[in-house]
Structure formats: structure tokens, C-alpha cells
């Protein structure tokens, strides 16, 4: 048997927290312990050093959370973030179209697949729910890069037969046939899941919805991603698209999209009705809000959300978000929320970016937490960065006020390691 020990501070977010206050049961913190792996799987923990049967890995003062779980994110967009000047539909047209066709070319879908798990990696990501794009090679690599690195990814062919340029479009007959093969090669093969992927409502024909509906009921078990509601101007479109409609989302809702494993990026402009809607199905929403804020988006409801009771976890959004950083990520949900006059505590942003996450994801006993029996996906954190963050951090007086100036202040640059099934794959040179 393989055994590791990870030293350090422990943290973990055991359940959901709501939008209550600074303290709260269901946070649990171990200061300077060290988390025990048996096989890649999380073992326990100890107050005291294990014995030289264990691999000891002494992170003394560091910050060691579960790795973060990104529930949207792109990985052709890397060449995209931080361009200049466009709302949603202009930000398509003009940035993301033209550097998702690149992906057509199988050694430009291999390397920039690399390089983004990579990247996820080097940020504390080690799992994501991923849009690649509409030509298949650029799942085959994505779910193969993902396989070399252990990581649990989910993904799936983009769909889009119409509005989008020649050399990005698909038609029903042949995605049928490339989402069933994609299936069959990769759902369920190691850490890899299928998601039937419609980009958005406007960008696939009704047919094209039906086969994708059709898809999801013929093989439980799949998941399904989309973006919904995410910008004004997208949503007048999709009610011209689909007069018949009672709203966007209920345009996923008719083609039989909607389940317990649907993820829908954005979900800013939806109304009562559409909440239910996602309570009832048990779909979650993907709150994006660094791509909410640089995209001028608009600020998610995410109390409404919550007092609904649907699921709402984070996502970092890149190329429309502008950085793949979780905690850049709940710092931006803080100030989403803080212009609507409502407080995210770190322990309920920390939540949604791992155990609640997994939880929505039906993967809570595979990711999201330091259970013993799930994999030991592992990020290890410098608590502060830099003079300033690290004279906040000596100054904090109670745990809520030193996490939550991590989460403000730091980012990648905090990263000194990540594990992933017990292996670790990433480490800050000189860390
Ligand atoms: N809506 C449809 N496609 C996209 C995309 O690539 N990014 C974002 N943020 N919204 C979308
Ligand atoms: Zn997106």
C-alpha cells in the first residue's frame, strides 16, 4: 500500500453553510495536522507524525484544502481572456469563434488541452465541468489529457447548428453520431463523465435540442451543460428563437434537458417560476462571476437561488471570466454580492467551489472534501503572499477574518502544491 502524509492546517466545509454568519458548525479546521492517503484515497488525519511507513510531505504553516471543483469553464479560451470592449453576443463573434476554430487541428486540441489542465492545476483546480468545442477531436483530447493526469473532468461535445461561422457548425445527423461515439469511448472510463453540451439556446436548432434530449434519455447517468440567462441582450434573442417558451430556461426545460445532472452557467436574469424550475429538476447553476463582472452581465441573485432551495456552485468561466483562480473567483462572488447589499461568508463561497459543488454534482464521495474513502485531490496554500497579505494574515483575529483575506487577497500565486488521486502534479518551484 502507498501511503502519504500532507502536513498542515486542514480546512474543510462539511455542509451547506447558507448565507448565515462568520461562525458556523459546519466548517471544520485542524490546525497543524497531517492529512493521511492510503492508494490515493484519504485515509484520516492525525494530530501527530506518522510513523516512516508514511511518505511525509511537511507543509508546517500552510493552508490545505480539497482541490476546487470549476464548474464551467472553456478550455479553447485561454488564447481569449481579457479581450477588450464586448458584451456576450459581440464577445462570441468577435474573440471566441474565431479561437474555437483552431481546435479543428487534433495537434492544436492536444497541446491546448495540456496546457489548460495544466493551468487548472497550477491554480488549485482539480476537477472542472469543461466546454472543449464543436469538432470532436477536441474532446478526444481533452478527456485524454485529463486520463494522463488522473483528473476527473467532465465534458462533452459542443453543439451548435446554426448562428455561428462556417468551420464551427455541426448538423443533428452527424453530432448525433459524434456524441455517441464520444460516449461510448469515455463516460464512465476512468475519471471521466459525458455531458451532452449545448452551448446556448440560440446557437442549435429545435431539432438539434430534441437529439441532444433524446440523448440524455437514452443514456442516464449523462450530464448535461448549457448556458442560461447570462445577458440581456442574449435573453431578448432566445424569446424571439423560441416564441413558444415561457422563458430561456424553459426552452431546456421542452427539449427534456433539464435533470439533476444539468449544469447551467450564468443564471442571472431568471424570474420565480424559472427557480422552482430548478429546484424541481435538481439543476444547478454555474454562478460565473469574474466573466459576470468583465462581461457586464449583470449580478446574480444567488439568495433567491438559495431560498428556492436550487443549487448555485462557481465557475471561473474562462475566456468570459479572467482568471482560472478559485479564490480570484470567491472574491468576486463576494463583491457580486456585496452590490446587492448581501455578505458571502469564505465559508460559503469555500463551499460552493468544493463540497457543494461536488455535492450538486453527485460526486460527493469521490471529491469535494477530506472524507476518508474519496480520492485525495489536495490543493496546499501559502496562507499570504507579499507583505501586505502577509501582514493582514498575522493581524486576523479569528479563522473566518484570516480565510477570508485569503480568499481576498490571495490567488495562484499562493499555490505551493496539488494532488491529485494522491499524486502530486503540481509544485511551486522552491515550495
Ligand atoms: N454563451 C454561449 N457561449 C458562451 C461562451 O463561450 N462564454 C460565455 N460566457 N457565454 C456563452
Ligand atoms: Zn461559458
Given at each position: 500500500?502507498?501511503?502519504?502524509?500532507?502536513?498542515?492546517?486542514?480546512?474543510?466545509?462539511?455542509?451547506?453553510?447558507?448565507?448565515?454568519?462568520?461562525?458556523?458548525?459546519?466548517?471544520?479546521?485542524?490546525?497543524?495536522?497531517?492529512?493521511?492517503?492510503?492508494?490515493?484515497?484519504?485515509?484520516?488525519?492525525?494530530?501527530?507524525?506518522?510513523?516512516?511507513?508514511?511518505?511525509?510531505?511537511?507543509?508546517?504553516?500552510?493552508?490545505?484544502?480539497?482541490?476546487?471543483?470549476?464548474?464551467?469553464?472553456?478550455?479553447?479560451?485561454?488564447?481569449?481572456?481579457?479581450?477588450?470592449?464586448?458584451?456576450?453576443l459581440?464577445?462570441l463573434?468577435?474573440?471566441?469563434f474565431?479561437?474555437?476554430?483552431?481546435?479543428?487541428?487534433?495537434?492544436?486540441?492536444?497541446?491546448?488541452?495540456?496546457?489548460?489542465?495544466?493551468?487548472?492545476?497550477?491554480?488549485?483546480?482539480?476537477?472542472?465541468?469543461?466546454?472543449?468545442?464543436v469538432?470532436?477531436?477536441?474532446?478526444?483530447?481533452?478527456?485524454?489529457?485529463?486520463?494522463?493526469?488522473?483528473?476527473?473532468?467532465?465534458?462533452g461535445k459542443v453543439l451548435m447548428d446554426r448562428h455561428a461561422p462556417d468551420g464551427l457548425r455541426d448538423d443533428v445527423a452527424q453530432a448525433e453520431r459524434d456524441c455517441?461515439?464520444?460516449?461510448?469511448?469515455?463516460?464512465?472510463?476512468?475519471?471521466?463523465?459525458?455531458?451532452v453540451t449545448v452551448r446556448f439556446a440560440p446557437t442549435s436548432t429545435p431539432e438539434q435540442l430534441d437529439m441532444a434530449g433524446a440523448l440524455l434519455a437514452?443514456?442516464?447517468?449523462?450530464?448535461m451543460q448549457t448556458h442560461v440567462?447570462?445577458?440581456?441582450?442574449e435573453?431578448?434573442w432566445v424569446a424571439e428563437l423560441f416564441p413558444r417558451a415561457?422563458?430561456y430556461l424553459d426552452v431546456y426545460r421542452q427539449h427534456g434537458l433539464l435533470?439533476?445532472?444539468?449544469?447551467?452557467?450564468?443564471?442571472?436574469?431568471?424570474?420565480?417560476?424559472?427557480?422552482?424550475?430548478?429546484?424541481?429538476?435538481?439543476?444547478?447553476?454555474?454562478?460565473?462571476?469574474?466573466?459576470?463582472?468583465?462581461?457586464?452581465?449583470?449580478?446574480?441573485?444567488?439568495?433567491?437561488?438559495?431560498?428556492?432551495?436550487?443549487?448555485?456552485?462557481?465557475?471561473?468561466?474562462?475566456?468570459?471570466?479572467?482568471?482560472?483562480?478559485?479564490?480570484?473567483?470567491?472574491?468576486?462572488?463576494?463583491?457580486?454580492?456585496?452590490?446587492?447589499?448581501?455578505?458571502?461568508?469564505?465559508?460559503?463561497?469555500?463551499?460552493?467551489?468544493?463540497?457543494?459543488?461536488?455535492?450538486?454534482?453527485?460526486?460527493?464521495?469521490?471529491?469535494?472534501?477530506?472524507?476518508?474513502?474519496?480520492?485525495?485531490?489536495?490543493?496546499?496554500?501559502?496562507?499570504?503572499?507579499?507583505?501586505?497579505?502577509?501582514?493582514?494574515?498575522?493581524?486576523?483575529?479569528?479563522?473566518?477574518?484570516?480565510?477570508?483575506?485569503?480568499?481576498?487577497?490571495?490567488?495562484?500565486?499562493?499555490?505551493?502544491?496539488?494532488?491529485?488521486?494522491?499524486?502530486?502534479?503540481?509544485?511551486?518551484?522552491?515550495?
Amino acid at each position: 500500500m502507498k501511503r502519504i502524509a500532507i502536513r498542515g492546517d486542514l480546512l474543510e466545509v462539511t455542509a451547506d453553510p447558507g448565507f448565515g454568519g462568520t461562525q458556523s458548525s459546519k466548517v471544520r479546521f485542524d490546525a497543524d495536522h497531517w492529512l493521511l492517503i492510503e492508494d490515493g484515497r484519504i485515509a484520516g488525519r492525525s494530530a501527530t507524525e506518522p510513523d516512516a511507513g508514511w511518505t511525509r510531505h511537511d507543509h508546517k504553516g500552510r493552508l490545505v484544502t480539497p482541490g476546487f471543483i470549476d464548474t464551467h469553464v472553456h478550455s479553447p479560451q485561454l488564447d481569449v481572456v481579457a479581450s477588450y470592449g464586448a458584451q456576450l453576443l459581440d464577445w462570441l463573434n468577435t474573440y471566441t469563434f474565431p479561437a474555437e476554430m483552431r481546435f479543428a487541428d487534433p495537434a492544436v486540441a492536444a497541446r491546448g488541452s495540456a496546457a489548460f489542465l495544466d493551468a487548472l492545476l497550477a491554480h488549485g483546480t482539480t476537477s472542472a465541468v469543461v466546454f472543449p468545442t464543436v469538432h470532436k477531436t477536441s474532446v478526444d483530447a481533452l478527456f485524454e489529457a485529463a486520463s494522463a493526469r488522473g483528473m476527473r473532468i467532465i465534458a462533452g461535445k459542443v453543439l451548435m447548428d446554426r448562428h455561428a461561422p462556417d468551420g464551427l457548425r455541426d448538423d443533428v445527423a452527424q453530432a448525433e453520431r459524434d456524441c455517441t461515439d464520444l460516449i461510448a469511448r469515455w463516460h464512465g472510463r476512468e475519471r471521466a463523465a459525458y455531458a451532452v453540451t449545448v452551448r446556448f439556446a440560440p446557437t442549435s436548432t429545435p431539432e438539434q435540442l430534441d437529439m441532444a434530449g433524446a440523448l440524455l434519455a437514452a443514456h442516464p447517468g449523462l450530464y448535461m451543460q448549457t448556458h442560461v440567462a447570462e445577458n440581456r441582450d442574449e435573453v431578448r434573442w432566445v424569446a424571439e428563437l423560441f416564441p413558444r417558451a415561457r422563458s430561456y430556461l424553459d426552452v431546456y426545460r421542452q427539449h427534456g434537458l433539464l435533470n439533476d445532472r444539468a449544469v447551467l452557467a450564468h443564471g442571472i436574469w431568471l424570474d420565480a417560476d424559472d427557480r422552482a424550475l430548478l429546484t424541481d429538476s435538481g439543476a444547478q447553476i454555474a454562478h460565473s462571476p469574474s466573466s459576470n463582472l468583465f462581461l457586464g452581465s449583470g449580478l446574480i441573485g444567488w439568495t433567491a437561488l438559495q431560498d428556492a432551495g436550487a443549487h448555485v456552485t462557481l465557475a471561473s468561466d474562462v475566456g468570459g471570466g479572467t482568471s482560472l483562480s478559485m479564490l480570484r473567483t470567491m472574491a468576486d462572488a463576494y463583491r457580486v454580492q456585496a452590490l446587492q447589499g448581501v455578505r458571502l461568508t469564505a465559508w460559503k463561497a469555500l463551499y460552493a467551489a468544493t463540497r457543494g459543488a461536488a455535492r450538486a454534482l453527485h460526486l460527493e464521495h469521490e471529491i469535494g472534501s477530506f472524507e476518508p474513502g474519496t480520492l485525495a485531490d489536495v490543493a496546499v496554500w501559502d496562507w499570504a503572499a507579499g507583505p501586505v497579505a502577509t501582514h493582514r494574515d498575522a493581524v486576523a483575529r479569528d479563522l473566518h477574518e484570516r480565510v477570508f483575506a485569503w480568499m481576498t487577497l490571495g490567488d495562484e500565486r499562493n499555490l505551493a502544491a496539488t494532488w491529485v488521486a494522491g499524486r502530486e502534479l503540481y509544485r511551486r518551484p522552491g515550495a
